[in-house]
């Protein structure tokens, strides 16, 4: 059990959960002995620990004591490295990959044909395109924790996509961010977000492995 008791905790995740909570309105982490601990309270996400050093040891503990289906495990490390040591009723998720960047002070202009809003509410500052009808044709939005703005629920409509959209949404938050007195941004992109990312010069800060407990006899999700 000592590896257990002694866990590596990364200021960059610790930074990334304390917007994240931020972000999605739900508490504030809990320290652990292993890593940070949210409890999210929604069907189907009951809780999540997030781990910088996933450990054999430190993995066999948690799926022998964690018994309530829709609890997450995010994992600072690649999928080969830590499926083997989920036990059945776990179920893997697509890979992640945690992002950093400098952020600069470069707003960019809206596209022809789109009004960009930027608004705050509750700590979470929201950046939006919108079309001439008022509708969302793509948004994001960050949550500052210290220095570091946590960038989260980026996306454009389907119906908007390979415009150049999610660049202009994410120069918008960068920009945003550094003028309240951000540094570093952080985000945990999908393989397809990550792929956009780089090209804006984020670089891979560990890839993610998420895995949920699953209830006995149900289907595993998508």
Known sequence: ???????????????WVEGWVISRSVPR??????????????????????????????????????????????????????????????????????????LVRDAPAAPPGYTLAVTTRSG?????????????????????????????????????????LGTIVMKTIAATAALRGARTGVLVATAQGQALYETLGWRLHTPVTAAVLTPPGDDLPS
Do not use: N, Y
């Not at 059990?1 to 930074?15: C, F, G, I, Q, Y």
């Not at 793509?138 to 946590?150: I, M, S, Y």
């Open 1 to 15: 059990m000592t590896e257990v008791l002694k866990p590596t905790h990364s200021p960059v995740v610790r930074a």
């Open 29 to 102: 982490p809990v320290r652990e002995p292993w890593g940070l601990r949210v409890d999210v309270g929604l069907p189907g996400h009951v809780a999540r620990h997030v781990l910088a050093t996933p450990t054999p040891e430190i993995l066999r503990h948690l799926t022998r004591t964690l018994t309530v289906p829709g609890t997450w495990l995010k994992l600072c490390a690649p999928v080969e490295s830590v499926a083997p040591h989920l036990p059945p009723g776990w179920a893997v998720q697509e890979p992640e990959f945690m992002m950093t960047a400098p």
């Open 124 to 164: 979470v500052t929201a950046a939006r395109l919108l079309t001439a009808a008022g509708e969302v044709a793509a948004r994001g939005q960050f949550a500052v924790a210290g220095t570091t703005a946590v960038v989260d629920r980026v996306e454009t409509a389907a119906g908007h996509r390979r415009r150049g």
